[in-house]
Structure formats: C-alpha cells, structure tokens
C-alpha cells in the first residue's frame, strides 16, 4: 500500500439515504403527434416546396426523443415534396471529425433507418457573409448547398454565459451548423464574450443563410419533451427568450444550498456540455456567473460510454477516480478546449485508485469541519435529480423541505473487492 492510500485507509464514509426530489412532472403525452400538430401549420407548410432538399440539424447533446422528433419532420418534409436529409451540427464535438459525430448521433438513435432518410456529414464549412465587424461567416458545407435548413435544438440556460438567446435554436446555428471552424471563430474573442457573439454570428446566419424553420424543444426536470415550438426564421429571434423562460422554470436542481461534499457517478458530453451541468453542481468556468449547490469538494466516478472519452468537465471536479482518467480520450477531449480556448473543462483533478479512495479524499480535504460531520450527496449525474443519496447526517434538514421526501433507511456503500461501487 502507498502513502497516498495509508493516509486514506481510515477516512470514515457515513451511512447514505435515499431521497425523493418534488419537481412539475407535467409532460407530453405524445411527442409526435405534438410535432405533427406544429409542423401543419399554415405558415409552416407554406414555406416547403415540392422538390427542395431540405437540411436537418442534429446535435450532440442527450436531448429527450431527438430521433422521433426529426424522423417526424423528415415524414412531413417528404409528404410535402421536399428531399430532407439530417447531417451533424455540433460544433468541434466528436473529435471534429465528421466519423465522431456520425457515431454520435447514431448512438442517439438517429440513423437512416429510423429516421427515414440520408445521414451524412462534413466538417467543411463555406463562408457565407460577413458580420459588421469583418468577422466571416462560417456553416457546414451541406447545409450550405442545400435549398434550406432545419435548426433543431432544445432550449435550456447554457452552462458558461447569461443572454438573451442560450442554449437553444439560435446557438445550434452559430456553434453547431457552424461546425468546429465557426465555432471556433464564435469563441475566438474568449469565454466572455461567447454570449453576445452566440447572438451576433445567429442573426447573421439568419440573414445569409437559407434559414426556412427553427424546431425548439422545452423538458421538465425529468428531462421528458414537455413542448415542441416549429418557428419560421422571423419567428426564432422573437420566440426562443420565451421557451428559454420557461425552461429555466422547469430545469431541475438540488434542493440544498450547500453541502461539504458533492459525489457524481458519471459525466458525459451527452449530459452536458461540460460533462456536468453547472447549473446544477455550481461549478463554472466564468467568473461572473452563479447558481446551483456550494460544494466544497466535487468528486468524478466515472464517464458515460455516450460521451466516447471525452471527459469535458472533469476540471471542474476536484477529485476522480483512476478509471475516469484511463478512459479519457484527446483526441476527442482536447478538440473542445482547442476551439473554446478554455483550458480548465480539459484539466485532470487529483485522481486515485478506486471509488472508494476517491470518496475518502474528498472527505478528507474538506476543510473546516471533522471528517464524521461530513455532509454528503451522490447524484447519478446531473440529468438525474428526481432521486439521489444524502448522507445520513442530513435526513433532518432533508425533513424540514416541502418538496423532498425520504425514501429509503440508512445504508452503507457496497464496495467490491476492487473498491468500485460499480
């Protein structure tokens, strides 16, 4: 045994219990028929002529029934006239390389099969105009060459500014039909301004570009499709602050303030942006920007196998586990740091042999307080706060929350032989 692991060996892990968090459950019954429902709209229809080739963005993040949403939009398109085909936008993810982001969104489920019809990629972009500043215009040559495209997005708050416009259909037009080399332009000027240029660099696409639909989609905090807005390119600008609204009143969180001690199982790329949403861990790369839970130590167990290596985030954390570093690919990782010029989302955290030892750390360098007071949550990942574990010490302040109920007794983590939980 180590040194590192001696002076773990007695750190004291307390019993957990299990919670239940109260969130708007309310959702659609059925997602496709809601999308049918928008997309025959009078003002929507009249924009597809017969025989156009048609655009569909798709995009990497986890996003509840993607695949049905687009399959559904390729059926209207074709009953129409028009020859839909989907292609990736999502800026440098998937390693830049048009494979990985193919593989990508197959994993989502959005293949050619399904979704009834071409999926191809490029990372080749064409400039298409320029912003006032001089700055070019760049989008994927695909959309670029077809006779109009699709954004498709969900809308939620982004994970590193506060605007207007966040995460939604007007940032998969700058960031995602962008590809890695306009992303790159877009975060050129630095983290800071990414805000205003999301926005600067969308209406320019908007003027430029043949823009004929936006498609956003709202989740509650069970991450199920709870709205589906198709806006015509004018009604994008005016609508999307609207649906973002209402996403921030539906996004999940942790119903605690602070706590010493905030244990993740997994992050991932198809969790979030950064692997793990700063909205709800509290973690951010800007200075500027609040919410989510005060935890003094973060600990990282492992990565999702959707996220393909890329451990975006994991320099958020304080401590992981030796397997997240293990799996951890560059090639698939460092591409987002190359292009966002944030070197910190790449960054690895002190890391140790097991889950175990890992958790033991971060009990450990929590400062402040005596290792046995230590108060501890273990969520699933960030997408997944409907349930999660508190320790035992906190049952009374869980107690005292309206909108959380206790759901389980007292246990001890289960560790195996290795000191993995799993």
């Given at each position: 045994?180590?040194?590192?692991?001696?002076?773990?060996?007695?750190?004291?892990?307390?019993?957990?219990?299990?919670?239940?968090?109260?969130?708007?459950?309310?959702?659609?019954?059925?997602?496709?028929?809601?999308?049918?429902?928008?997309?025959?709209?009078?003002?929507?229809?009249?924009?597809?002529?017969?025989?156009?080739?048609?655009?569909?963005?798709?995009?990497?993040?986890?996003?509840?029934?993607?695949?049905?949403?687009?399959?559904?939009?390729?059926?209207?398109?074709?009953?129409?006239?028009?020859?839909?085909?989907?292609?990736?936008?999502?800026?440098?993810?998937?390693?830049?390389?048009?494979?990985?982001?193919?593989?990508?969104?197959?994993?989502?489920?959005?293949?050619?099969?399904?979704?009834?019809?071409?999926?191809?990629?490029?990372?080749?972009?064409?400039?298409?105009?320029?912003?006032?500043?001089?700055?070019?215009?760049?989008?994927?040559?695909?959309?670029?060459?077809?006779?109009?495209?699709?954004?498709?997005?969900?809308?939620?708050?982004?994970?590193?500014?506060?605007?207007?416009?966040?995460?939604?259909?007007?940032?998969?037009?700058?960031?995602?039909?962008?590809?890695?080399?306009?992303?790159?332009?877009?975060?050129?000027?630095?983290?800071?301004?990414?805000?205003?240029?999301?926005?600067?660099?969308?209406?320019?696409?908007?003027?430029?570009?043949?823009?004929?639909?936006?498609?956003?989609?709202?989740?509650?905090?069970?991450?199920?499709?709870?709205?589906?807005?198709?806006?015509?390119?004018?009604?994008?600008?005016?609508?999307?602050?609207?649906l973002l609204e209402e996403a921030k009143q539906r996004m999940a969180r942790i119903l605690f303030d602070s706590v010493d001690v905030m244990i993740v199982d997994y992050i991932g790329k198809d969790i979030s942006?950064?692997?793990?949403?700063?909205?709800?861990?509290?973690?951010?790369?800007?200075?500027?920007?609040?919410?989510?839970?005060?935890?003094?130590?973060?600990?990282?167990?492992?990565?999702?196998?959707?996220?393909?290596?890329?451990?975006?985030?994991?320099?958020?954390?304080?401590?992981?586990?030796?397997?997240?570093?293990?799996?951890?690919?560059?090639?698939?990782?460092?591409?987002?740091?190359?292009?966002?010029?944030?070197?910190?989302?790449?960054?690895?955290?002190?890391?140790?042999?097991?889950?175990?030892?890992?958790?033991?750390?971060?009990?450990?360098?929590?400062?402040?307080?005596?290792?046995?007071?230590?108060?501890?949550?273990?969520?699933?990942?960030?997408?997944?706060?409907?349930?999660?574990?508190?320790?035992?010490?906190?049952?009374?302040?869980?107690?005292?929350?309206?909108?959380?109920?206790?759901?389980?007794?007292?246990?001890?983590?289960?560790?195996?032989?290795?000191?993995?939980?799993?």
């Open positions: 045994m180590g040194s590192v692991n001696r002076m773990l060996e007695g750190v004291p892990i307390p019993r957990f219990v299990k919670i239940k968090q109260k969130f708007d459950a309310s959702c659609l019954e059925d997602v496709a028929a809601a999308v049918r429902q928008e997309l025959e709209r009078t003002e929507i229809v009249e924009r597809i002529l017969p025989g156009m080739r048609i655009a569909i963005t798709a995009g990497s993040r986890g996003v509840a029934n993607l695949a049905l949403v687009i399959r559904e939009t390729v059926s209207f398109l074709k009953k129409h006239g028009a020859k839909p085909f989907v292609f990736p936008a999502m800026g440098s993810h998937g390693g830049a390389v048009a494979e990985g982001q193919l593989a990508i969104i197959h994993e989502y489920g959005v293949t050619e099969e399904y979704v009834g019809c071409p999926v191809i990629a490029t990372m080749e972009t064409v400039c298409i105009g320029y912003l006032d500043d001089g700055r070019p215009i760049h989008i994927n040559r695909l959309a670029a060459e077809a006779d109009g495209i699709i954004a498709l997005n969900r809308i939620k708050p982004h994970t590193a500014f506060r605007g207007k416009f966040e995460s939604g259909v007007m940032k998969m037009m700058t960031i995602g039909l962008g590809a890695q080399l306009g992303a790159q332009v877009c975060h050129r000027q630095g983290i800071m301004h990414l805000g205003p240029n999301v926005e600067k660099f969308a209406f320019g696409i908007l003027k430029h570009a043949k823009i004929l639909l936006g498609i956003g989609l709202v989740e509650n905090a069970f991450d199920r499709t709870c709205k589906v807005r198709v806006m015509t390119k004018e009604q994008i600008p005016l609508e999307e602050p609207g942006g950064e692997g793990m949403d700063p909205n709800i861990s509290g973690r951010w790369i800007v200075p500027n920007i609040t919410g989510g839970i005060d935890a003094q130590r973060i600990g990282i167990l492992d990565i999702t196998d959707e996220t393909m290596g890329n451990v975006v985030g994991l320099g958020m954390a304080d401590v992981c586990a030796k397997r997240v570093v293990e799996k951890m690919d560059r090639d698939t990782t460092y591409p987002n740091s190359l292009t966002s010029t944030v070197t910190s989302l790449c960054k690895i955290p002190m890391y140790f042999d097991n889950h175990k030892l890992t958790i033991q750390a971060a009990i450990k360098m929590s400062a402040g307080v005596e290792p046995e007071d230590i108060e501890i949550i273990r969520i699933a990942h960030t997408l997944a706060l409907d349930t999660f574990w508190i320790s035992e010490n906190m049952v009374e302040r869980a107690r005292k929350h309206p909108d959380i109920e206790i759901v389980g007794e007292p246990e001890e983590l289960e560790f195996n032989a290795e000191g993995d939980l799993f």
